[in-house]
């Protein structure tokens, strides 16, 4: 081949086998795409080149044709995720749940039990779709719980597309071929995993789970929040899916009429997880009296709503809230009242040409899924919420005896990603969101350039969206008396820094041993938070031996611990923006 024609071929083949590899095509295409492109290297000199330059131009087109069938043919299979990484791990003995028995695997290094897809309630197809969960039925023998079940009903991306973004926001994907597969996704997705110290063990803190995702995405697999870390530290951990965007949070009258309810079945699956965990856990070696929910980003939206909703009481004793609340008057994000659900949820129906529920229920899955970014709010609806978590907390109506949450150093970072401030829109954007108030937000935070204008943006955006909401709840639950510890997240790495979700990685002690993205102080970080929310599910108060004291908040709320590059009490850098936000909730 001639120069030309070399820097053609391995272009072509660079970008495909670049492709293979982050779509995670199987085996067979591999093997399909090295024989194309030893055949195309033998053949073109001694076949290809006496062809005319149309010949030629046919055969190149042939290349990449051939590459477009290898890559559909070896499309990544829908495959279970398995619930440890060890192959051929050893089996646990069996467990009996009020179900049915079931049998879990051991992880590697043969410390924590891992039991994946236990049943909590029927799968909401069909008829119970947009209706509260119901017990799964009974089974008989040992059900194998080896793999997770499927993630709940959302649009999922192409696997190149979470490859890419695995490479471009967190910095850490890692060339595999045992990843070739694609994750499995369902309305058949309510289901609870439990991770538990290996051996005979009693009496156990428990901490159950609940992932983020905007109430849009996720999945309870994901190893930053992985229950391995703490229950190598003796906890016995829970998470579950629950209904996602439309299925989980769409609210229409007919549902009202029906079951007098709307709006907010993910809630309820929720709590129909902590029953289970209420009735079972004992047998998987925790204390069912000693429950402390968690939850990250939209995660941290449901325990607050499950810390005023009159059907969690009793269900756990003690939260944990990360990067999230409902605490302010007016919640900037995933909520919404129940006037709003029921227009939103009308002119959806009208949107599919439905008039009953019965056909909106009757439409494919896969028809409605796109709606989760429609119905992703979590709803006042006058059952799960009879109020405002604002008003309710503040009559002083809540079910957790004590609180720890926070937030992080730059929230923003992956919101406003494509929409960054310079000079020359910076106060445009100010003015936009703040209004007559604009002066005061400029006067605290001047910019003479562009990044000064930039960071300016990052930290209002994030006190907005995030750190206010976590000042309103610290002010709330102190000024009853209730023990609060409030932190800041600030820690920067190789990874995530402290972007929205940073911190995860860190508070369930999953930074793998060999990556070269977090040092040793990230490591020292990561064992500190882990055991100050460990000892916080123990025993409600997050201070432990060997551990830099955590003060309890005030109802001033103006300072928290800081995990950053020392972990210490520093002052909440957003308190006088929060004066401002303060008096837009009165407005």
Same mark, same amino acid.
């Given at each position: 081949?001639?120069?030309?024609?070399?820097?053609?071929?391995?272009?072509?083949?660079?970008?495909?086998?670049?492709?293979?590899?982050?779509?995670?095509q199987?085996?067979?295409?591999?093997?399909?795409?090295?024989?194309?492109?030893v055949?195309?290297?033998?053949l073109? %000199?001694?076949?290809? &080149?006496?062809?005319?330059?149309?010949?030629? +131009?046919?055969?190149?087109l042939?290349y990449?044709?051939?590459?477009?069938?290898?890559?559909?043919?070896?499309w990544?299979?829908? !495959?279970?995720?398995?619930?440890? #990484?060890?192959?051929?791990?050893?089996?646990?003995?069996?467990?009996?749940?009020?179900?049915? &028995?079931?049998?879990?695997?051991?992880?590697?290094? %043969?410390?924590?039990?891992?039991?994946?897809?236990?049943p909590?309630?029927?799968?909401?197809?069909?008829? /119970?779709r947009?209706?509260?969960?119901?017990?799964?039925?009974?089974?008989?023998?040992v059900?194998?719980?080896?793999e997770?079940?499927?993630?709940?009903?959302?649009?999922?991306?192409?696997?190149?597309?979470?490859?890419l973004?695995?490479?471009?926001?967190?910095?850490?994907?890692?060339?595999?071929?045992?990843?070739?597969?694609?994750?499995?996704?369902?309305?058949?997705?309510?289901?609870?995993?439990?991770?538990?110290? &290996? @051996?005979?063990?009693?009496?156990?803190?428990?901490?159950?789970y609940?992932?983020?995702?905007?109430?849009?995405?996720?999945?309870?697999?994901?190893?930053?929040? #992985?229950?391995e870390?703490?229950?190598?530290?003796? &906890?016995?951990?829970?998470?579950?899916?629950? =209904?996602?965007?439309?299925?989980?949070?769409?609210?229409?009258?007919?549902?009202?009429?029906?079951?007098?309810t709307?709006?907010?079945?993910?809630?309820?699956?929720?709590?129909?997880?902590?029953?289970?965990? =209420?009735?079972?856990i004992?047998?998987?070696?925790?204390?069912?009296?000693?429950?402390?929910?968690?939850? *990250?980003?939209?995660?941290?939206?449901?325990?607050?709503?499950?810390?005023? $909703?009159?059907?969690?009481?009793?269900?756990?004793?003690?939260?944990?809230?990360?990067? $999230?609340?409902?605490?302010? *008057?007016n919640?900037?994000?995933?909520?919404?009242?129940?006037?709003?659900?029921?227009?939103?949820?009308?002119?959806?129906m009208?949107?599919?040409? +439905?008039?009953?529920?019965?056909?909106?229920?009757? /439409?494919?899955?896969?028809?409605?899924?796109?709606?989760?970014?429609?119905?992703?709010?979590v709803?006042?609806?006058?059952?799960?919420?009879?109020?405002?978590?604002?008003?309710?907390?503040?009559? @002083?109506?809540?079910?957790?005896?004590?609180?720890?949450?926070?937030?992080?150093? *730059?929230?923003a970072?992956?919101?406003?990603?494509? #929409?960054?401030?310079?000079?020359?829109?910076?106060?445009? !954007?100010?003015?936009?969101?703040?209004?007559? /108030?604009?002066?005061?937000?400029?006067?605290?935070?001047?910019?003479?350039?562009?990044?000064?204008?930039?960071?300016?943006?990052?930290?209002?955006?994030?006190?907005?969206?995030?750190?206010?909401?976590?000042?309103?709840?610290?002010?709330?639950?102190?000024?009853?008396?209730?023990?609060?510890?409030?932190? =800041?997240?600030? !820690?920067e790495?190789?990874?995530?820094?402290s972007?929205?979700?940073?911190?995860?990685?860190?508070?369930?002690?999953?930074?793998?041993?060999?990556?070269?993205?977090?040092?040793?102080?990230?490591?020292?970080?990561?064992?500190?938070?882990?055991?100050?929310?460990l000892?916080f599910?123990?025993? %409600?108060?997050p201070?432990?031996?060997?551990?830099?004291?955590?003060?309890?908040?005030?109802?001033?709320?103006?300072t928290?611990?800081?995990?950053?590059?020392?972990?210490?009490?520093?002052?909440?850098?957003?308190?006088?923006?929060?004066?401002?936000?303060?008096?837009?909730?009165?407005?």
């Amino acid at each position: 081949m001639k120069v030309g024609s070399w820097i053609l071929f391995i272009l072509f083949t660079l970008l495909a086998g670049a492709f293979l590899e982050l779509n995670r095509q199987t085996l067979l295409g591999w093997g399909l795409f090295l024989a194309l492109a030893v055949c195309f290297v033998m053949l073109y %000199g001694k076949v290809f &080149a006496r062809f005319p330059w149309y010949g030629k +131009c046919g055969v190149w087109l042939g290349y990449l044709a051939l590459i477009g069938i290898i890559i559909a043919v070896s499309w990544p299979p829908v !495959k279970a995720v398995p619930a440890v #990484s060890a192959k051929n791990p050893a089996v646990t003995d069996p467990v009996m749940t009020q179900y049915g &028995a079931v049998s879990g695997v051991v992880n590697a290094e %043969g410390t924590v039990e891992v039991f994946a897809g236990i049943p909590y309630a029927a799968p909401p197809v069909g008829d /119970l779709r947009w209706k509260a969960p119901q017990d799964p039925e009974k089974w008989e023998g040992v059900r194998a719980c080896d793999e997770f079940a499927p993630m709940s009903m959302q649009s999922v991306n192409l696997p190149a597309y979470n490859s890419l973004a695995q490479i471009i926001g967190y910095h850490d994907y890692k060339v595999s071929l045992s990843d070739n597969y694609r994750e499995p996704v369902s309305e058949d997705s309510l289901y609870v995993n439990v991770w538990k110290p &290996a @051996g005979d063990v009693s009496g156990r803190p428990v901490i159950v789970y609940i992932h983020g995702g905007s109430l849009q995405t996720g999945q309870p697999w994901y190893n930053d929040y #992985s229950g391995e870390g703490f229950a190598r530290n003796g &906890a016995v951990v829970v998470n579950m899916g629950y =209904r996602l965007g439309v299925f989980g949070f769409l609210a229409t009258e007919e549902m009202m009429e029906e079951g007098g309810t709307a709006g907010n079945f993910g809630l309820l699956d929720q709590i129909k997880a902590l029953e289970w965990v =209420r009735d079972n856990i004992a047998a998987f070696g925790g204390d069912p009296e000693n429950v402390t929910i968690v939850g *990250e980003s939209a995660g941290a939206v449901c325990v607050d709503a499950l810390c005023v $909703s009159p059907l969690a009481k009793g269900l756990f004793k003690r939260a944990i809230l990360e990067s $999230s609340t409902l605490a302010a *008057e007016n919640p900037p994000h995933s909520y919404r009242l129940f006037e709003e659900a029921l227009a939103s949820g009308k002119k959806l129906m009208e949107r599919y040409g +439905c008039s009953t529920l019965s056909e909106l229920r009757a /439409l494919p899955a896969e028809k409605i899924v796109a709606e989760m970014n429609t119905q992703h709010h979590v709803t006042i609806d006058g059952y799960v919420l009879p109020d405002t978590p604002y008003a309710l907390r503040s009559a @002083g109506q809540h079910n957790e005896e004590a609180l720890l949450h926070g937030f992080n150093g *730059e929230e923003a970072g992956p919101f406003i990603m494509f #929409s960054r401030a310079n000079l020359k829109n910076y106060e445009q !954007k100010v003015r936009a969101y703040f209004g007559d /108030l604009a002066d005061d937000v400029l006067a605290l935070y001047p910019a003479a350039t562009d990044e000064e204008a930039d960071a300016a943006w990052q930290a209002i955006y994030g006190a907005v969206f995030f750190d206010y909401s976590h000042y309103c709840l610290t002010r709330l639950a102190a000024a009853e008396g209730e023990p609060v510890y409030e932190y =800041r997240f600030t !820690k920067e790495n190789g990874r995530l820094s402290s972007w929205h979700s940073g911190e995860m990685i860190y508070v369930f002690g999953m930074i793998p041993e060999g990556s070269k993205l977090f040092t040793a102080r990230d490591r020292e970080l990561s064992a500190q938070m882990n055991a100050y929310w460990l000892n916080f599910a123990a025993t %409600g108060d997050p201070n432990g031996e060997g551990l830099p004291e955590f003060p309890a908040a005030t109802a001033a709320a103006d300072t928290v611990l800081e995990f950053g590059e020392e972990t210490k009490v520093s002052a909440d850098p957003g308190i006088a923006l929060y004066g401002i936000l303060d008096k837009m909730q009165k407005k």
